[in-house]
């Protein structure tokens, strides 16, 4: 196509700006796609995961238009509505031959260029042939957003070992705490406890699923998990929240023979002090899962189509690319939302 594009260039926290760069050219086995809405995460407010990569084009949760197929690509074509997930990793190495596919080697490798918030980026051979789906007609782009972090969610759940029955507790209850609360009940937890300082965020946990609500400030957070679940913790805790404290509380609260699954990592460099005997004495574990792989996002795709989930109740804001500080701002500071959806091409952009 040729020309230039605007894209939301990320150099630290506090400085993301709108630039012109190219729009992608892509080889015949290649898309190009039409951004028309892009998830922001909150991971990307890591900001000592991502200053090391700066600058760099914002965006890895995009749902879009194709608006050119390479002429070897017979899988799809111009006009798909689709969406397609960041990374792909290599099937037959060995860490995916053992079910980690996320840590391929060439996982990281295989990022959408140049990014997702940006009016368009091309995906490759790869992408198209693992990654890439067909969204219907009635399925909402800023809703297909969600598919790859609680892709997320729904890996984290596959590895955290929830039994039928369990009691499942939730440390922060932003919009990925939200998502393990909304489908731990398909992966047949009982109780679900939300953990978070925030009584709007509780309240929203309630709305996706929880039955009871935990606020640290306010009262004794082990004594009411004991009073509503017979006198035990939890069974699965799972900790959003990346603070070596956060994941501190998190053992605490998980009882004996119980699990804890760390879903966001503290910064690098942190260290945790723990107790083996303590570890071992309590049968405890500690899982994690790193991003989501093409399973997990087909996974979730068919309760999305299903319509097992709700997931645009996790929705709070909407913005154009101009809007991308004022977005970031709301992601840092919390509050009153969980969910920003960006729309490269304006919010009212259908083709």
């Known amino acids: 196509m040729g020309g230039t594009m605007k894209a939301a260039m990320y150099y630290n926290n506090k400085d993301i700006r709108i630039e012109e760069v190219p729009i992608p050219e892509i080889d015949g086995d290649e898309i190009l796609v039409k951004t028309i809405a892009c998830g922001l995460c909150g991971g990307e407010a890591m900001e000592w995961y991502h200053i090391k990569r700066a600058p760099k084009v914002m965006g890895h949760e995009p749902a879009g238009i194709i608006a050119k197929a390479g002429r070897d690509v017979k899988k799809f074509k111009e006009g798909d509505r689709v969406f397609v997930n960041h990374h792909v990793p290599r099937l037959n190495s060995h860490q995916s031959l053992r079910g980690h596919f996320t840590k ?16 368009y980026f091309k995906a490759s051979a790869a992408h198209v042939e693992n990654g890439t789906f067909l969204l219907p007609g009635w399925m909402d782009y800023g809703t297909a957003t969600l598919l790859e972090p609680w892709g997320c969610v729904l890996g984290g759940l596959k590895v955290s070992g929830i039994r039928p029955g369990d009691t499942v507790a939730v440390v922060g ?5 939200q998502g393990f609360i909304h489908l731990s009940r398909l992966f047949g937890a009982g109780l679900v406890f939300a953990c978070d300082l925030s009584d709007w965020r ?9 039955t009871a609500t935990l ?4 009262e004794d957070i082990i004594q009411k998990m004991r009073d509503l679940n017979d006198g035990r913790k939890a069974d699965v805790v799972i900790m959003t929240v990346p603070s070596i404290k956060t994941l501190e509380q998190a053992i605490q609260m998980a009882e004996t023979g119980g699990t804890v699954h760390m879903n966001a990592p503290p910064p690098a460099g942190q260290v ?3 107790i083996p005997a303590d570890l071992y004495d309590r049968e405890m574990g500690i899982t994690t899962k790193y991003s989501a792989d093409q ?10 189509l299903a319509k097992r989930l709700e997931p645009e109740k996790a929705i709070t804001h909407k913005f154009e690319l101009d809007g991308i500080n004022e977005a970031f701002s709301l992601l840092i500071k919390g509050g ?3 969910k920003s959806v960006i729309y490269p091409n304006g919010i009212n952009a259908v083709s």
Do not use: T, V
Not at 104 to 119: A, F, R
Not at 202 to 210: D, I, Q
Not at 215 to 218: A, I, T
Not at 295 to 304: E, N, S
């Open 104 to 119: 391929d080697d060439s996982y990281k490798n295989s990022e959408l260029k140049p990014g997702g918030m940006c009016e």
């Open 336 to 338: 009153q939302s969980l």
């Open 272 to 274: 945790l002090n723990l």
């Open 202 to 210: 509780l309240n929203k946990a309630l709305e996706m699923g929880a």
């Open 215 to 218: 606020n640290p400030e306010k």
């Open 173 to 177: 209850c932003g919009f990925m705490g």
């Open 295 to 304: 399973f997990d996002i087909y996974q979730l795709f068919r309760l999305f």
